[in-house]
Every structure is written in structure tokens, then in C-alpha cells.
């Protein structure tokens, strides 16, 4: 047992969050952070410092932050006046574990486990070293540029500003901080960009040229990766490896995820170098260095080519650098084609027949008619569109509804909903919207189990998440949230559909009072909107949790063969559906809580995103580590 402290449940102060940079809630706190015995990015040799100090009793550990994988911990520990040092692990599924031992969910938990057991340590963890309070936890490199890179990455990359890039990053952070950990160099003062062997020496050569100036740079052809070093006034240059997996390394050497962290290690170990590097020689070119946008994603609304002018013709899509999967902000529908404000300056509720393009081909149909393919020649670009045509001999209460629908979707814009173009009058009224392509979620996933893995529902169902909260931010009740009214851009991107049903809040109102019954999808509905046809958020929160169960299951009908009566008084006795097989249990749980049934109780849509978005994070920010590589040898 660990003697006086005990691990888990002693938090330090929570000023030490702030040693890691701002953090808008968006970027991921270290989980070690409240561990008095946390150091951070600390070498080896800091930490025996820290032991040694502390008295080297057996059983006497820190934790710190490992250089190598992105996420994981080393544990140094003392047994018999030795050092040990064990790294941990983070998992593809979001735990953690010394090597061959078992997982645990967290760095605390870790502790705590290895605090009573052994276990395969050469001791158990008796007593923390606790950190000193005048010594702040050591940010990663990495910690204290992540946040801005994370915005600067985005603005630059796809183009977004404000209200857009929050959606972004929020929706795709764990995703933008593996793509940034692999391109920060770019950021580093001693990364020079492509510049050759000889320049990169008179480059080392300026100025005092002490053993250890570095500076990496890209070679000539093929995007690798050369180190130069100073040492005995002359200049000593060095491939950096990148092998088949992606990871870099010294030939022989410890191999890294990333460059700067390969750089971080060769300051503390030579890893086959002539001397350990130093001093950075600095990239004059560095602070007010303007990034490239990278070719695949050119600024939006300009430099656009239009599609050629056949209806049903396919663009060609950009490409994406290779092995990176497509991400909601690659679309052109992640922004409004509004965005452009040449385009704004031309925008109107009603659009030109001579604009639009109606293919024959049909995506869908429903009561009031069919929903066509299309393009709408805009000012600079040209856009595929669907386009819900009213069928001509329908009375005019269908025609209001539409109108209704239209008017909803005319004051809304985000990118996991599906936008509203405008309406055209012509040979029918048409409303004109973003085109999702790949269609309904329910029929999407139907059969596809073993094509599209778990945690790609998840992300779907967080941006479905991530819609929901700005509809209830703007007082918006959906009415209709059901997975055939989930389009799918493609498969990893979902936009909310249908406003058929949807209402817009009185500014003092949470909920919508329907006075007459209609067609409504009761096995989708909440109590109180069968019962006393209250709608609100609330009843959108239930619905949402059908909608997961349907993505959860593949496309399953809820309820089965139930009727609707069936349905409610099955709800009515306290039964809920089941766990679809194989969805996580954090993801039963949040449905559950979709279906408390007195809506008071029921999260609201940001608590829902914000789980959704924690569980997603959780099992998606997995650092690409393998083991055998990772290994630091427990050193005697
Ligand atoms: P309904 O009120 O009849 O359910 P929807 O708006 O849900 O009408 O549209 C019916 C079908 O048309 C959808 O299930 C889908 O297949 C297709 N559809 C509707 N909008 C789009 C869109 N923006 N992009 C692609 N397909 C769409
Ligand atoms: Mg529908």
C-alpha cells in the first residue's frame, strides 16, 4: 500500500492546467495533470535527479510524460538504490499499460493499480515524489504550441474563420492534433525548410558555431528529412530515417512518431550522433514564416474550375495526401456556398430557373413529390444541389408546408445541417438544398457492419450531436430526428435533414404546442410530446437517442414489429430498448439518458455533445505506438 499519500484521489492545485497553455475546452488536458507526483516532459535524467533528491527509498516513483509516443507516461521507480523506468503505453482503444501488463483507463488508475501489485515491477509503488509547488509541471514541446497550431492548421489548411473553425476543431480535434503532431516541425525555430546541404552549412557556419547547433531541413527529393550538426567547428550531416509505419528515426536508432520529438530525444540522448544537440540554429525565415497552404485543399471561392456543364457529370475530387481519410472540413458543403461574399452579394430567397439544372435522376420521394438531382450555376462556381420538387396537383396546404419548411431552413446554417439554397418557381416550386450523397444513415449502415467500424458511428452520431446543439441554441425544435433524416455527405460526414416538422421557438417559449395531430413518428417521439404534444429540445433528445440506436444497430428498426399503442405503453411500464449488439456501453448509457422519461431530467443537447464528443475523443486519440518499438528497456 502506498504509506501517507494516497495516488488517485489527491488532486494538485488546478493552477498547473494553466502551465499547459489556454485551453479553450477544446484542446485535451494531459489526464496525468492532477497527479502531484506528474512531471511532464521531464528526461530521464531529470527525473533520477528528482528521485535521488527525495531519498531513493524502494518503492518511491514519478510519472512523466514520454518523448517518444504521443500520449504516453514513463514510470520511474526506485528499488534496491536503483532506477527503474517503465514506459506506459497508450492504447489503440484509449487505455493505458506497461508493456505486457494490464490496461488500465487512466495514468491515475494505472498508479493506483500498480500501488497494490507488483505485478511485474521489480516493487510496488509505495511513495510519490511529489512534485515540488515551485516546480510547474514541463510542457511538452508540443503542449504549449498545440492550441494555436491547432487553429493556425485549420485556418490555413481549409480556410475557415470564427464560428466555422470552431466546428471544426471541435468536431475534429483529435484527428487535426495527429495531423498536426506530423507536420510541427514546420513550426520549430531550427527547421529551415528545403534548403540544401551546402546552404544548410553556411547557415550553421554564421555566427558562433558551438558543439550541438542544429538545424533540420528537407532534402531535395521526396519529402524526407536531414539533420545537420555542428561539432569541432565542422559540420556533420545526418539522414532521418522514415520508415514503411510512418516513424522517424537515426539509422539504428530509437524511432518517433513525429520529427520534433525525434529532435527532442537527440537533446538528451546522442542515439549514435557525434554530440547531443544544443543550441538551435535558427531559422531567420521562422516567425513571420507564412506556411503553404498545402495544394490539396486550395483557398475556397476563388480559384475554382467549374464542374463541366453536364448534369449528373462527377467532379473530380480533390486529392487527399495519402493514407489520410477525408475529414468534413475537405467538403465544399462544411461552409455555406454563401460564405463567398461575391456569392452573398448575389444571394436571394428566390433563385433563377435559368440558374438551375434539374437532372432526372431521382434521390428520394415523399407525399408532396420526389427529390431530384441537380446543379446551380452560381457566380464563380457551380454546385450540386437536390432539389425537392412539389408535385403539381398538390393542394395548397402542402405547398404552405413546404413554404414552412423553407422559411426554417432559411435561418439556419451549419455544417451538420443540410442547407437551404433557395426556392425556385417554375414549372413547379422548388426548394433547392446542399446535396448529400450518400444518403439516408439507416440505409447507409444497413449491411455494413463489417465495413464501417464502431467508432465511425461515433463520429457520425457527434456531428449529429453537434447540429442538434446549434438547433437548440437557436430554439429550434426538429420534430422528425430519425436516421433516414441523417444524409450523409460521405461516410464521415453527416448532416441533419428534413424540417418538414420543424418549429421555430417563441423567443419566451421552450416548447411547441401542436393543436391538431398529424402523421407523426410516435416510435420517435418522447411522453410528453405523445401525451400532451409538448415538443421541445428535450423531445429532440429522445429522439436522438433512437436515432443512435438505429445507427447502433446498423440501420435496425427500433421496436420491431411494435405498433405504435404497443410502443407507448411499453415505455409507459419503464422498458427501454436494448443494447444493440456491440455498441460501446457509454453509448447505451447516453441512450438511456436520451429516454429518462420525465424531460426535466433528460440532458439537453449540450450535455449529449459534450459526452458524445468525450467518448469520441476517448477512443480516437490514439497515438499510432507499437510496443516492440516503444520500448524504453527498464534500465538498472
Ligand atoms: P420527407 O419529408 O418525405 O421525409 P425528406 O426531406 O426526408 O422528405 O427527403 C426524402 C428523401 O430524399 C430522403 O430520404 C433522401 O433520400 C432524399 N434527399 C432529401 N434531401 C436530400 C439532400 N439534400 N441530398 C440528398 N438526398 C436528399
Ligand atoms: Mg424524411
Not at 15 to 25: A, E, K, M, N
Not at 457 to 475: A, D, W
Request: aromatic share 10%; net charge neutral.
Amino acid at each position: 500500500m502506498v504509506t501517507g499519500v494516497s495516488i488517485s484521489c489527491t488532486a494538485a492545485p488546478t493552477t498547473h492546467r494553466s502551465t499547459l497553455g489556454p485551453s479553450p475546452g477544446l484542446v485535451m488536458i494531459d489526464p496525468a495533470t492532477d497527479l502531484p507526483f506528474f512531471y511532464g516532459s521531464i528526461s530521464r535524467s531529470e527525473a533520477e535527479q528528482h528521485l535521488k533528491l527525495a531519498g531513493m527509498s524502494d518503492g518511491l516513483f514519478l510519472l512523466r510524460q514520454c518523448l517518444r509516443s504521443l500520449g504516453g507516461y514513463v514510470l520511474s521507480l526506485i528499488w534496491n538504490l536503483e532506477f527503474y523506468h517503465y514506459p506506459v503505453e497508450k492504447q489503440l482503444n484509449g487505455t493505458y499499460c506497461i508493456s505486457g501488463g494490464k490496461p488500465h483507463c487512466g495514468p491515475a488508475e494505472l498508479c493506483e493499480f500498480y500501488s497494490k501489485d507488483a505485478d511485474g515491477l521489480v516493487c510496488t509503488l509505495r511513495k510519490p515524489c511529489l512534485r515540488p509547488p515551485e516546480q510547474p509541471i514541463k510542457p511538452g514541446v508540443f503542449d504549449s504550441l498545440r492550441d494555436n497550431m491547432l487553429r493556425e492548421y485549420v485556418r490555413q489548411t481549409w480556410n475557415l474563420e470564427a464560428e466555422a473553425m470552431e466546428q471544426a476543431i471541435m468536431s475534429q480535434a483529435p484527428q487535426l492534433e495527429k495531423l498536426i503532431a506530423t507536420t510541427a516541425h514546420e513550426k520549430m525555430a531550427w527547421y529551415h525548410g528545403k534548403i540544401t546541404r551546402t546552404e544548410g552549412e553556411r547557415r550553421l557556419y554564421s555566427g558562433s558555431q558551438p558543439d550541438g547547433k542544429f538545424l533540420v531541413r528537407e532534402r531535395d527529393e521526396s519529402g524526407t528529412f536531414a539533420l545537420s550538426v555542428m561539432y569541432g567547428k565542422t559540420a556533420y550531416h545526418y539522414r532521418i530515417l522514415h520508415d514503411k509505419s510512418g516513424k522517424y528515426s537515426m539509422p539504428e536508432g530509437t524511432k518517433f512518431d513525429t520529427v520534433w520529438q525525434l529532435v527532442e530525444y537527440l537533446k538528451m540522448k546522442p542515439d549514435g550522433l557525434v554530440t547531443l544537440l544544443r543550441e538551435a540554429c535558427m531559422n531567420q525565415n521562422c516567425a513571420n514564416q507564412t506556411p503553404t497552404v498545402p495544394s490539396w485543399r486550395r483557398p475556397r471561392g476563388n480559384g475554382y474550375t467549374p464542374p463541366p456543364e453536364v448534369p449528373g457529370a462527377c467532379k473530380i475530387p480533390t486529392p487527399l495526401p495519402a493514407g489520410r481519410q477525408a475529414l468534413p472540413m475537405d467538403s465544399d458543403e462544411f461552409v455555406s456556398p454563401y460564405a463567398d461574399p461575391k456569392e452573398l452579394q448575389e444571394k436571394t430567397l428566390f433563385i433563377k430557373r435559368e440558374k438551375l439544372m434539374v437532372d432526372e435522376v431521382e434521390l428520394g420521394s415523399g407525399n408532396f413529390g420526389s427529390v431530384k438531382k441537380g446543379v446551380y450555376k452560381m457566380k464563380s462556381k457551380h454546385i450540386d444541389v437536390a432539389i425537392k420538387v412539389l408535385k403539381s396537383e398538390n393542394e395548397k396546404a402542402v405547398r404552405d408546408e413546404m413554404m414552412r419548411e423553407a422559411e426554417i431552413m432559411h435561418q439556419l446554417d451549419n455544417p451538420y445541417i443540410v442547407r437551404m439554397i433557395g426556392l425556385c418557381q417554375a414549372e413547379a416550386l422548388m426548394l433547392v438544398m446542399e446535396m448529400a450523397p450518400a444518403g439516408p444513415l439507416n440505409k447507409f449502415l444497413s449491411g455494413k457492419k463489417d465495413q464501417v467500424p464502431v467508432e465511425n458511428v461515433v463520429e457520425l452520431m457527434h456531428q449529429v450531436s453537434l447540429g442538434m446543439k446549434y438547433l437548440e441554441e437557436k430554439n429550434f425544435v426538429h420534430r422528425d430526428l430519425a436516421a433516414r433524416n441523417v444524409l450523409l455527405v460521405n461516410q464521415h460526414y453527416a448532416k441533419i435533414s428534413d424540417f418538414g416538422l420543424s418549429k421555430a421557438l417563441g423567443a419566451d417559449d421552450n416548447y411547441y404546442k401542436a393543436r391538431t395531430l398529424g402523421k407523426w413518428p410516435l416510435k420517435w417521439y418522447a411522453p410528453e410530446c405523445i401525451n400532451f404534444h409538448k415538443f421541445s429540445s428535450k423531445g429532440d433528445v429522445w429522439s436522438f437517442g433512437i436515432t443512435m440506436w438505429e445507427a447502433f444497430s446498423y440501420g435496425g428498426k427500433p421496436y420491431k414489429k411494435m405498433k405504435g399503442p404497443e410502443v407507448i405503453s411499453f415505455i409507459q411500464s419503464g422498458s427501454r430498448m436494448d443494447n444493440p449488439a456491440g455498441c460501446p456501453d457509454p453509448m447505451y448509457e447516453l441512450m438511456k439518458e436520451c429516454w429518462i422519461y420525465k424531460y426535466e431530467e433528460r440532458p439537453s443537447f449540450v450535455q449529449v455533445e459534450e459526452k458524445m464528443r468525450t467518448y469520441y475523443y476517448s477512443i480516437s486519440k490514439k497515438a499510432s505506438t507499437d510496443p516492440k518499438e516503444q520500448q524504453e528497456k527498464p534500465a538498472a
